[in-house]
Nanobody, 119 residues
Framework: QVQLVESGGGLVQPGGSLRLSCAASGSRFSISDMGWYRQAPGKQRDLIAHITRAGTTDYADSMKGRFTISVDNAKNTVYLQMNSLKPEDTAVYYC?????????????WGQGTQVTVSS
């Protein structure tokens, strides 16, 4: 089994920055790709960005420019650098990973980390 643990969320003022991290752990697994999503209260969970093990990135159009996804394959960790944060970025941010283990490919979710942008 694979577990994802997010960190780095918190309260930040408008215009500020945060860097989220998500580390995958478990035994006998490999990660194919990772991504970040967010869900604001009363809204659906939306893709922010996705990155493959090879480093190919894909961003939701509305997220381009302020958010940057990166990955450290050696640490099985994905990062999300968020700059120029706005109050509307307030949401729970979730990490997702495609993982191979026990002979199959699974989509694994983290527990989420709260990001609040407020003065």
């Amino acid at each position: 089994q694979v577990q994802l643990v997010e960190s780095g969320g918190g309260l930040v003022q408008p215009g500020g920055s945060l860097r989220l991290s998500c580390a995958a752990s478990g035994s006998r697994f490999s990660i194919s790709d990772m991504g970040w999503y967010r869900q604001a209260p009363g809204k659906q969970r939306d893709l922010i960005a996705h990155i493959t093990r090879a480093g190919t990135t894909d961003y939701a159009d509305s997220m381009k420019g302020r958010f940057t996804i990166s990955v450290d394959n050696a640490k099985n960790t994905v990062y999300l650098q968020m700059n120029s944060l706005k109050p509307e970025d307030t949401a729970v941010y979730y990490c997702n990973a495609g993982a191979f283990y026990s002979g199959s490919h699974y989509s694994v979710w983290g527990q989420g980390t709260q990001v609040t942008v407020s003065s």
